[in-house]
């Protein structure tokens, strides 16, 4: 039986920046030169007051958890165990939409605020994608 087929982002030049950031281990997220707002996903144009003056920088991976269900549902392309629909609020002020992994997939584990820190999953050669795990489980690593 051949494998599940994955859906994959296809990067496109608005989004190129943060794939190739993801690939590099770089979580990339853009702020407007006009305002100074961060936002997420990336765009050519800042959506907090439409200035194209917009520049890509390197966050910091930190964030908190912001929302998330637990689905119990198998998906080829994460197995059979349940997984997390995650959105996570980044150090910087965006929401990203991602998964947690590295703990427990259960309401006990999950709380709301917990801080979190990026890794990045390899999903093929020009795809990772950020992902996000419990902060302490990274303290020393």
């Not at 979580?27 to 996903?41: E, I, M, T, V």
């Not at 998964?99 to 709380?111: D, K, M, R, S």
């Given at each position: ?131 996000f ?6 303290a020393?690593?």
């Amino acid at each position: 039986m051949p494998a599940p087929k994955q859906f994959l982002p296809q990067p496109t030049p608005e989004t190129a920046h943060f794939w190739e950031g993801a690939k590099a281990g770089e979580l990339r997220l853009q702020r407007c030169s006009a305002c100074n707002h961060a936002y997420f996903p990336p765009r050519p144009f800042c959506p907090d007051c439409g200035s194209r003056d917009v520049a890509v920088f390197k966050a910091s991976g930190d964030a908190k958890l912001y929302s998330y269900v637990i689905n119990h549902r198998p998906r080829p392309d994460f197995g059979e165990e349940p997984h997390s629909i995650a959105v996570v609020e980044l150090a910087e002020g965006p929401r990203m939409m991602t998964n947690i992994v590295g703990c427990p997939q259960t309401p006990e584990a999950l709380q709301l605020d917990m801080p979190l820190k990026v890794t990045f999953e390899d999903k093929s050669d020009d795809i990772a994608l950020p992902k996000f795990t419990p902060a302490d489980s990274q303290a020393g690593a």
